[in-house]
């Protein structure tokens, strides 16, 4: 117990620009050690205050993880500012 983190895809939309980076963030552990896949479908802010711009969690924090084993893909469709977010 609690047993291995589950795969799957997960949605997060806090209706506000509440930073995209700061979810991935607090899932990027769990995420690590799932059994498989795990897709984080997240809308909200990817450039707000107080917080690293998604530019920042794809290009300079997803490489040093890959190279730990983790991978991370950053796709953003559309991007978020406070106070509204995407």
């Not at 117990?1 to 506000?16: E, I």
């Not at 769990?30 to 690293?52: E, I, N």
């Amino acid at each position: 117990w609690p047993g291995k983190p589950a795969a799957g895809t997960f949605r997060a939309d806090p209706g506000t620009a509440g930073a995209i980076t700061l979810m991935i963030q607090a899932a990027l552990l769990p995420a690590a050690f799932a059994q498989g896949l795990v897709t984080l479908d997240l809308k909200g802010g990817t450039d707000v205050g107080f917080s690293p711009p998604i530019d920042f969690t794809a290009n300079v924090l997803a490489p040093p993880l890959a190279k730990m084993g983790v991978e991370l893909k950053v796709d953003v469709k559309k991007r978020g500012f406070f106070p509204r977010g995407g």
